[in-house]
């Protein structure tokens, strides 16, 4: 049987997925158990107010949200959950994320949601984030994610200019 989820991903559309993806290629990459779902706070709302609801009873240390456009999603989840929430605005419209970045760092004070950067490198950093989350109490998760840090670290240490310089 699969391990129960630590970390949830939700998104507002399926189309979300190609920013989201990111997110999830990192969690498998640390092998942190997670799920991968979609849930819309216009769509969807009686599950978004499930979702948040059971969270907490359901085990998960971390919820990854990201939605684009006018994006309810993250702060709604935080509305319902003490669970922390981390917000990934989707570039999805127009506005080029803009609008969901707006819409999700700009909580009024007392529901906290931690706003990671618009698109495919906030959920990357949503993930690393979570699994920081996870490593304050997993000594082993907590040495991979040094050493995925020190492995990209030797990357641009090694790094030379064309000119050689
Ligand atoms: C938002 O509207 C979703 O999070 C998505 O970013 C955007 C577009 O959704 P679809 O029309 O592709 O379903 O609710």
Redesign the pocket.
């Known amino acids: 049987m699969a391990d129960s989820p630590l970390i949830g991903v939700v ?6 997925y190609a920013c989201m993806g990111a997110a999830v290629r990192i969690l498998k990459e640390f092998g942190v158990a997670y799920e991968a779902r979609v849930v ?4 969807t709302p009686d599950l978004l107010f499930e979702y948040a609801e059971q969270a907490r009873p359901r085990g998960l240390r971390a919820i990854i949200a ?4 006018a ?1 309810h ?1 993250p702060g709604m989840l935080a509305a319902k959950t003490i669970v922390p929430v981390f917000g990934v605005p ?1 570039n ?2 127009s506005l080029n994320g803009m609008d ?1 970045l707006l819409s999700i760092v700009q909580m009024p004070k007392g529901i906290p949601v931690g706003t990671l950067a618009i698109g495919e490198a906030g959920a990357v950093n949503a993930a690393l984030l979570a699994i920081a989350v996870l490593a304050t109490t997993d000594a082993a998760l907590g040495d991979r994610l040094e050493n995925w840090r020190k492995e990209r670290e030797t990357i641009v240490r090694a790094e030379t200019l064309e000119d050689g310089a």
Not at 11 to 16: E, L, N, Q, V
Not at 66 to 69: F, L
């Open positions: 998104m507002g559309s399926k189309s979300d819309s706070a216009h769509r990201g939605a684009g456009g994006a999603l989707v999805a419209t969901s």
